[in-house]
C-alpha cells in the first residue's frame, strides 16, 4: 500500500507561482513513478508530470513543458510540483498519483493509487 497526501494548492493570479507537495508513506520501490495530475470541471484527468522514484528521469505534459517542473526526495518521502507563469487554463484539482507500470506513465488509468486532490486556481 502506498499513501499520498497533495499540499500547496491555492488562489494565484496569472503569471504567478505555486509549489505543491506530495507526501508519501507505505511501500515504495524504486520501479514506482510517480505522477502528478489534473482534473478541471467537466474535463477528463490529464497528465501534468512523472518522475521515477528510483532515478531522475522526468516527463511532462507539451502544456506546462518549461513553466512546471517535478522534482523528488527521496530520505523526505515527497513529491513536489513547482508552477510558474501559471496560466487560467491551469485551473484545476491537481493529484499526485503512484504507479509501478514504468512504460506508460501518461494514462492516469494505470496509477493504482491517488491523493485526495488540492485545487489550484489561476486568475486572469
Known amino acids: 500500500q502506498v499513501q499520498l497526501v497533495e499540499s500547496g494548492g491555492g488562489f494565484v493570479q496569472a503569471g504567478g507561482s505555486l509549489r505543491l507537495s506530495c507526501a508519501v508513506s507505505g511501500r515504495t520501490f524504486s520501479r514506482y513513478i510517480m505522477g502528478w495530475f489534473r482534473q478541471a470541471p467537466g474535463k477528463e484527468r490529464e497528465f501534468v508530470a512523472a518522475i521515477r522514484w528510483g532515478g531522475s528521469s522526468t516527463y511532462y505534459a507539451d502544456s506546462v513543458q518549461d513553466r512546471f517542473t517535478i522534482s523528488k526526495d527521496n530520505a523526505k518521502n515527497t513529491v513536489c510540483l513547482q508552477m510558474n507563469n501559471l496560466k487560467p487554463e491551469d485551473t484545476a484539482v491537481y493529484y499526485c498519483?503512484?504507479?509501478?507500470?514504468?512504460?506508460?506513465?501518461?494514462?492516469?488509468?494505470?496509477?493504482?493509487?491517488w491523493g485526495q486532490g488540492t485545487q489550484v486556481t489561476v486568475s486572469s
Open positions: 498519483a503512484a504507479t509501478s507500470n514504468g512504460l506508460y506513465y501518461n494514462r492516469p488509468t494505470l496509477y493504482g493509487y
